[in-house]
């Protein structure tokens, strides 16, 4: 059950129309990271949480407060937009739908939502379910929730620089703070799973004896960068190697041979040309390498 607070969690009231800024505004809802995204995510986590008690009371206590972040911004971008297209645009425009274009307002603000803010991004796509994160596996979904949260945090900082709006920078500054919160409740619930034994620092903490041992502790160096060895991830109790020419280990990437009703391009002679010489090219590389380290 939710009950619905007729105030907001905080004050979001600009000084002064701006309806450029109130398209901007839109990533901070309808975003990938917006808050419709953490709201989402959270509420999805909290429901599917298979256990009863800290966990599952974090993630729909915060859950709920996103929803009223959505609120508040919500209630921004409608202020921001009030009395734009009579008092932002050239006086020959007439029509409030072609005034709000001119005063950089997004027009779907105007059309669809009369003024108001749209459960989309800046730029007027549709926020999309397919941006959140609920895994059932909460050390996997605390993770991600940071991230977002940091992503959110970094969206929020740069627009907070790109308004002189008090009343603006006031409303920011606090949703700042709660992405600064928000971001350390999940690195310590982070540790808190690992301390209470539910979970180890790989997800899922299984299946180890079955992986391939011997591409468990390897990182392959694949760009022309020469400074990836040098991280202290190659150092230390558990350090993993880093292969600096790796070779592949699987033959030619072909697909098989179209259905002929798909009429595809084919020749299978060219395809076993192309087999021969990979693999005669593949094994002159190992033997180059067997004399170098003979010299060696």
């Not at 009863?52 to 915060?62: I, R, S």
């Not at 539910?198 to 502790?217: C, G, K, R, Y």
């Not at 299978?268 to 004399?291: E, F, I, M, N, Y």
Request: proline share 7%.
């Amino acid at each position: 059950m939710f009950r619905h607070t007729k105030r907001l969690q905080f004050e979001a009231k600009p000084e002064r129309p701006d309806p450029v800024y109130a398209r901007k505004l839109q990533e901070l809802i309808g975003g990938a990271y917006g808050e419709m995204s953490v709201t989402m995510q959270y509420l999805f986590q909290g429901w599917n949480c298979r256990m009863e008690g800290k966990y599952k009371d974090l993630l729909m206590d915060t859950a709920t407060e996103e929803i009223g972040h959505i609120e508040m911004l919500a209630t921004m971008v409608a202020r921001l937009l009030e009395g734009a297209p009579a008092t932002m645009t050239a006086e020959a425009v007439q029509d409030p739908v072609m005034a709000a274009i001119i005063g950089g307002m997004d027009p779907q603000q105007a059309i669809i939502a009369g003024g108001g803010a749209l459960p989309a991004n800046s730029q007027g796509v549709p926020w999309n379910g397919g941006y959140i994160v609920a895994s059932g596996n909460l050390l996997a979904d605390f993770r991600a929730n940071a991230a977002a949260e940091a992503h959110g945090r970094l969206q929020t900082a740069r627009l907070y620089n790109m308004t002189d709006d008090p009343g603006v920078k006031a409303t920011l500054q606090f949703n700042l703070a709660r992405d600064t919160v928000h971001q350390k409740q999940w690195l310590k619930a982070i540790e808190e799973l690992e301390a209470d034994g539910l979970e180890t620092p790989i997800v899922p903490n299984a299946l180890f004896d079955e992986e391939d041992q011997e591409h468990n502790h390897t990182i392959w160096g694949l760009s022309d960068g020469t400074d990836g060895p040098k991280g202290d991830w190659t150092k230390g109790d558990d350090p993993l190697e880093y292969l600096t020419d790796p070779e592949p280990l699987g033959g030619p990437a072909s697909a098989p041979a179209p259905d002929p009703a798909l009429f595809g391009t084919y020749s299978p002679v060219q395809d076993l040309k192309g087999t021969v010489k990979s693999q005669a090219k593949s094994a002159a590389q190992k033997v180059t390498k067997k004399k170098t380290k003979k010299k060696k």
